[in-house]
């Protein structure tokens, strides 16, 4: 069965660092998410993504935030400047259409700490 | 706002107990209603869902009713197993978003 892959499982960065955190989607999905969880706290979302650009974002997703599909197969998310508090486990997602109960798959997360 | 309230954990039940994880929410409209889990090390799995009121999704053994007048979807399994161990997340869906409550992580011993 397809899957959602994530890169890495955890990454360890310094503040102020930048990070970039990789995910592929399902191969014929056409929208692309990034969900965050703070430990101990609600799956939040953060962005959605189709037709190359960003469809909706939520107050999280700041100017330190981008996302980006760089060739066919790609998702990113980049934090510019790490902070302590974006140390959380980041999901991506992916489905293939929008609308009432399309289904949305998961990745396993990528857990970031930032030091 | 919007949201999605659950039990909070953890829970810790015998095999072959009965299970409920409570689910309440908030929403303007009628928002579908969705249960996923996460088994150790994995991501978020579609458990179950219903997209109006009085449905009810299953899947595994897993059962939630989608109550508008109580708003609330909860989860049951009448008797668990050890592989049902995981975190299991409610979320609605409104205007193409997910918004999860913050987990319940289950345990079941032999």
């Known amino acids: 069965e397809p899957e959602v892959t994530q890169t890495p499982s955890h990454q360890v960065t310094q503040m102020g660092q930048e990070v970039i955190l990789r995910c592929v989607p399902i191969?014929?999905?056409?929208?692309f998410y990034w969900y965050r969880q703070i430990l101990g706290q609600k799956v939040e979302f953060l962005v959605s993504?189709?037709?190359?650009?960003?469809?909706?974002k939520s107050e999280i997703f700041d100017d330190q935030f981008s996302v980006e599909r760089p060739d066919g197969s790609n998702f990113t998310l980049k934090i510019r400047s790490t902070k302590l508090e974006d140390s959380a486990m980041y999901f991506c997602?992916?489905?293939?259409?929008?609308?009432?109960?399309?289904?949305?798959?998961f990745g396993p997360g990528t857990r970031l700490t930032v030091t | 706002g919007d949201s999605v309230t659950q039990m909070e954990g953890p829970v810790t039940l015998s095999e072959e107990a009965f299970l409920t994880i409570n689910c309440t929410y908030t929403?303007?409209?009628?928002?579908?209603l969705f249960w996923y889990v996460q088994y150790p090390g994995e991501g978020l799995q579609l458990l179950l869902k219903?997209?109006?009121?009085?449905d009810k999704g299953s899947n595994k053994g897993f059962e939630a009713t989608y109550r508008k007048e109580t708003t609330s979807f909860h989860l049951e399994k009448g008797s668990v197993q050890v592989s049902d161990s995981a975190v299991y997340f409610c979320?609605?869906?409104?205007?193409?978003?997910?918004?999860f409550g913050t987990g319940t992580s289950l345990t079941v011993i032999p």
């Open positions: 997602a992916s489905s293939q259409g929008t609308g009432r109960a399309r289904e949305q798959y």
């Open positions: 191969s014929n999905h056409l929208y």
């Open positions: 993504f189709y037709n190359n650009e960003i469809s909706e």
């Open positions: 929403a303007t409209g009628y928002p579908s």
């Open positions: 219903a997209t109006k009121a009085d």
């Open positions: 979320a609605r869906y409104t205007g193409n978003q997910f918004y």
